[in-house]
């Protein structure tokens, strides 16, 4: 699979240089572009064939997430429709998943979410009897009661945490620190596992890490998305889901329920303000959709 997204990809920048005479200096950033790209769809197993538009939205999602500003994210566009043309006109796909995607100014690519419904059902699939079960439902209930990433979650250790007061500090990108509130249920959740589940992973070895491995380590971001995996596969949700889906989905769900986008940017520990604002298409989306779906004249 990757070696066919890599092969596709090459077979596409030789054409560019065969047939468009572009200055070596474009062919770079078409390169960079899909090389991003091509880590994105390996790190989830898919390839370029089978990507649609919506593992198109997820990876534009994920690169607004890292930081990218919205000229890089609209470069990435083109260079995308320019590849995905490509593999159209040589025939080895059919239907082009650039279509109806534009630039991030225009509102019309968003971030894949949740219902407040499905994530429910994600939260509750781990089975509470097994440790490590518990201790995967603790992580779902504080990544959804926080919106922080995976990254920060997996590095939180013991003095992060205090739940006596009901917070979590976070650590993000360049070190900055945050504060985040937490959900009595995560509150709950994180309790029974330090008590009950913690212990019998961490096998008595000495360390800080809240959430640990069956080795008794801190547990990898591969290891924990492999997990969400696994537990998708036992509830019915039909969207493609991604390690930042629960953080989409925390945000959404606070600009539904009357949150300011300010205080949702603080919270997802965004340095940019139309970083967050994305979210808002995604919030009005929804309220159309609920509104269209319950009002008696919708």
Known sequence: MQSESKLLIETFLDSLWLEKNLSQNTLESYKNDLSKFRNFLEKNNKSVLKA????????LSFLLD?????????????????????LISVEHIKINPMLNIDAPKSGLFLPTTLTVEETQQILDAPNELRAIEM??????????????????????????VDLTRGSVQVIGKGGKERLIPLTNDAINMIKKYLTEAREKLSKGKDHNN???????????RHSFWHRIKAYLKKVDVKKEVHPHTLRHAFATHMLNNGADLRSVQLLLGHSDLATTQIYTHVAKAEVKNLHKKHHPRG
């Open 135 to 160: 201790r995967d439902k603790a992580m779902l209930y504080t990544l959804y009661a926080t919106g922080m990433r995976i990254s920060e979650l997996i590095s939180l250790n013991m003095h992060n």
């Open 66 to 86: 890292k930081g990218f500003s919205s000229k890089t994210v609209s470069r990435n566009i083109s260079s995308l429709k320019s590849f995905f043309k490509y």
């Open 210 to 220: 809240i959430f640990v491995s069956t080795h008794g380590k801190q547990i990898s």
């Open 52 to 59: 649609d538009h919506f593992l198109i939205l997820s990876f």
